[in-house]
């Protein structure tokens, strides 16, 4: 294997689920709206954003817990992949 496609290999992954995690914080946009107090909104951006919160406390690039998080990442991909599609 080369040295560009080993740091290919290494770079998308982390590139992708960054992009992933801002995508999905897009979707938080929504609670602003007209009518609403500020704690109202407060508390529905909070409801819309602890996910994530907890993509990125589990990010792949944190190279100094990848050993300790490992098993719990593959469980929260695996229970997110299941309640998203249910």
């Known amino acids: ?17 960054i992009a992933f995690i801002a995508f999905l914080s897009l979707f938080a946009l929504d609670v602003f709206g007209p009518g609403q107090g500020f704690w109202k909104t ?32 593959r469980r929260y991909a695996v229970s997110h992949g299941v309640g998203v599609g249910v």
């Open 42 to 73: 407060l508390l529905a951006l909070t409801m819309q954003q602890h996910q994530i919160v907890l993509l990125q406390a589990l990010h792949p690039h944190k190279a100094h817990r990848r050993h300790r998080w490992r098993r719990i990442r």
């Open 1 to 17: 294997m080369t040295k560009a496609s080993k740091r290919v290999l290494y770079w998308t992954p982390r590139t992708l689920s």
